[in-house]
């Protein structure tokens, strides 16, 4: 992996069951023999067209290119909750050994999931889980300790409008887990004394497409004239803010921030539009989770919490509770640090 990009450190630290308030609950485990033969991996990411999962894609690429195992990339066009579901059909039919998803929702999923692993096929989750289904998978990649996330972000957008004033949320889809987790963070936090004189204004919803992402974020500035911030936890809605912002010449007036990647956000840090914002490195994600798929898929890695297995050069990683791996803490991007990442 490139030197330069953040160095995540493995954590035996699950997602607590009560962040995303449902029970623990015991991964599945296929009972098929081990692969003998070249592996097969699909990962399945939301949506087309998104900076972040291409970034996630390298790293399966990465990994693929170390152990061996074909690999594909499978995406719907939009990151609506039932259109993953044709390609898992698709990938199963096609004799896919491990689909590893980024799910859409927590729910719709679930029939396809059970019949692909009806036959054979391995699913690990990455980015975000099957929340409140996670027995439904085998394991989890998350890129951080997600459970810490919501708080995180409120800190960063409290540090940029002095801690009072109005400010917006611009999520992806209203069924995404990892934002609906993240978003109650974000509110359990704004419950601090420190964050009192904060306030939540609305949370709107671009669905991870840029022109939607884009006509949400000018809609905020209309609707809330006072605006101080657009705070978007999803790569697809930071930069559609920025653009907004910058197009407006609202840059200083209404500060943006969230989670993006550094190639993406680089100009708007660079003229000024955006202070900082924060993200992990999605390609050392993707290089795990195709170790972990090639090592299910072969039987070489058996999840259970507590179970360490090697990564590559990203060094070990540990299962914790519901199997769950966190990779590492957040990096918050300025101006002064952006030009030494690029994804």
């Given at each position: 992996?490139?030197?330069?990009?953040?160095?995540?450190?493995?954590?035996?630290?699950?997602?607590?069951s009560t962040v995303f308030g449902c029970k623990p609950k015991t991964a599945s485990v296929v009972n098929e023999a081990p692969v003998t033969g070249t592996v097969r991996v699909c990962?399945?990411?939301?949506?087309?067209?998104?900076?972040?999962?291409?970034?996630?894609?390298?790293?399966?690429?990465?990994?693929?290119?170390?152990?061996?195992?074909?690999?594909?990339?499978?995406?719907?066009?939009?990151?609506?909750?039932?259109?993953?579901?044709?390609?898992?059909?698709?990938?199963?039919?096609?004799?896919?050994?491990?689909?590893?998803?980024?799910?859409?929702?927590?729910?719709?999923?679930?029939?396809?999931?059970?019949?692909?692993?009806?036959?054979?096929?391995?699913?690990?989750?990455?980015?975000?889980?099957?929340?409140?289904?996670?027995?439904?998978?085998?394991?989890?990649?998350?890129?951080?300790?997600?459970?810490?996330?919501?708080?995180?972000?409120?800190e960063l957008m409290g540090s940029l409008i002095g801690y009072k004033g109005g400010f917006a949320i611009l999520s992806a889809t209203t069924d995404a887990p990892n934002q609906n987790a993240w978003i109650a963070g974000m509110k359990e936090a704004l419950?601090?004394?420190?964050?009192?004189?904060?306030?939540?204004?609305?949370?709107?919803?671009?669905?991870?497409?840029?022109?939607?992402?884009?006509?949400?974020?000018?809609?905020?500035?209309?609707?809330?004239?006072?605006?101080?911030?657009?705070?978007?936890?999803?790569?697809?809605?930071?930069?559609?803010?920025?653009?907004?912002?910058?197009?407006?010449?609202?840059?200083?007036?209404?500060?943006?921030?969230?989670?993006?990647?550094?190639?993406?956000?680089?100009?708007?840090?660079?003229?000024?539009?955006?202070?900082?914002?924060?993200?992990?490195?999605?390609?050392?994600?993707?290089?795990?989770?195709?170790?972990?798929?090639?090592?299910?898929?072969?039987?070489?890695?058996?999840?259970?919490?507590?179970?360490?297995?090697?990564?590559?050069?990203?060094?070990?990683?540990?299962?914790?509770?519901?199997?769950?791996?966190?990779?590492?803490?957040?990096?918050?991007?300025?101006?002064?640090?952006?030009?030494?990442?690029?994804?």
């Amino acid at each position: 992996m490139n030197s330069n990009k953040m160095v995540l450190a493995a954590t035996a630290a699950a997602i607590a069951s009560t962040v995303f308030g449902c029970k623990p609950k015991t991964a599945s485990v296929v009972n098929e023999a081990p692969v003998t033969g070249t592996v097969r991996v699909c990962f399945i990411p939301k949506n087309t067209g998104n900076p972040y999962f291409d970034a996630v894609n390298n790293g399966f690429v990465q990994a693929s290119s170390a152990l061996h195992f074909k690999y594909t990339e499978q995406a719907p066009a939009a990151a609506d909750a039932t259109d993953q579901i044709p390609i898992i059909q698709q990938q199963v039919q096609d004799g896919v050994n491990v689909i590893a998803i980024s799910p859409n929702s927590p729910d719709a999923l679930d029939p396809a999931i059970r019949a692909a692993e009806q036959h054979g096929v391995r699913v690990i989750t990455i980015d975000a889980d099957l929340t409140g289904n996670e027995n439904l998978r085998s394991a989890c990649v998350l890129p951080t300790d997600f459970s810490k996330l919501g708080a995180s972000q409120i800190e960063l957008m409290g540090s940029l409008i002095g801690y009072k004033g109005g400010f917006a949320i611009l999520s992806a889809t209203t069924d995404a887990p990892n934002q609906n987790a993240w978003i109650a963070g974000m509110k359990e936090a704004l419950k601090l004394p420190k964050y009192a004189g904060m306030h939540l204004l609305e949370v709107a919803y671009g669905n991870d497409d840029p022109q939607k992402s884009l006509l949400e974020a000018q809609s905020l500035m209309t609707k809330y004239p006072q605006l101080k911030g657009i705070l978007s936890p999803t790569t697809v809605g930071i930069a559609a803010a920025a653009q907004a912002v910058e197009t407006a010449g609202a840059a200083g007036k209404v500060q943006v921030t969230g989670l993006g990647t550094p190639n993406q956000m680089r100009r708007f840090v660079e003229d000024g539009t955006v202070q900082k914002f924060a993200l992990w490195d999605p390609a050392q994600m993707g290089y795990t989770a195709g170790y972990l798929a090639e090592g299910l898929a072969k039987g070489t890695i058996h999840p259970a919490p507590g179970v360490t297995f090697t990564a590559g050069t990203e060094g070990k990683r540990v299962f914790g509770a519901n199997n769950v791996i966190s990779n590492g803490p957040l990096v918050v991007f300025t101006k002064s640090n952006i030009g030494q990442y690029h994804f």
